[in-house]
């Protein structure tokens, strides 16, 4: 027959067994220690129980945040221009367009005799430019819309009309180089 193996296990500890009465005020000394540990943790309960609403209520207004910023940016200067305007956006793009092209073939020309005025060109351009970003921020403003609009067609004209000179120049430039060289060989 076989023996059971808890009846062995305890067959082997009979003896060690702790059989011993406790001391005297064990049982007040325990529950002592068991409500103390109880306070501390409905300490610790209370002070999560008012975190927790905290904790969550941060979250939401984070978010709520971030949303608003996400949903509610303004619009670019050229987003409202457009909106007060809409024909200047195909204008702005045709001379945009056209002013690309040409300051490309200008920086194309670039040789050491026209190096000084294609930059003087650009320092220019930079200027019609910050007149331009002001004429729209006056447009925004809500200044005269007819003349401004007009002032910011005259702006590109005036950048397209520099470019074209400045092309004008540089051709003449090369002719004389040209002409000069042509005579030196001669």
């Known amino acids: 027959m076989e023996v059971d193996p808890i009846e062995k296990l305890f067959g082997e500890l009979k003896g060690s067994f702790d059989t011993a009465e406790p001391t ?16 501390g943790k409905t300490k610790l309960k209370r002070n999560r129980v008012i975190w927790k609403p905290l904790t969550v209520a941060a979250t939401l207004l984070l978010l709520c945040t971030i949303g608003y910023n996400y949903l509610y940016t303004s619009p670019s200067v050229q987003q409202q221009v457009s909106k007060i305007s809409p024909e200047i956006t195909n204008t702005e793009f045709y001379f945009a367009s056209v002013i690309e092209d040409q300051i490309k ?16 060109t650009m320092i220019q351009l930079r200027n019609l430019d910050s007149d331009y970003k002001k004429m729209e921020r ?39 180089k040209k002409y000069k060289n042509e005579n030196i060989t001669a």
């Not at 005297?24 to 306070?39: I, M, P, V, Y």
């Open 138 to 176: 006056d447009l925004l403003d809500g200044g005269n819309s007819k003349l401004i609009l007009s002032a910011m067609i005259t702006n590109f004209q005036t950048r397209i009309d520099l470019l074209n000179e400045v092309l004008e120049q540089i051709e003449e430039i090369k002719n004389l």
């Open 24 to 39: 005297d005020g064990h049982r007040l000394r325990f529950l002592a220690k068991l409500e103390a540990s109880a306070t």
């Open 105 to 120: 073939k200008m920086q194309n020309e670039s040789t050491p005799e026209t190096q000084k005025l294609i930059a003087d």
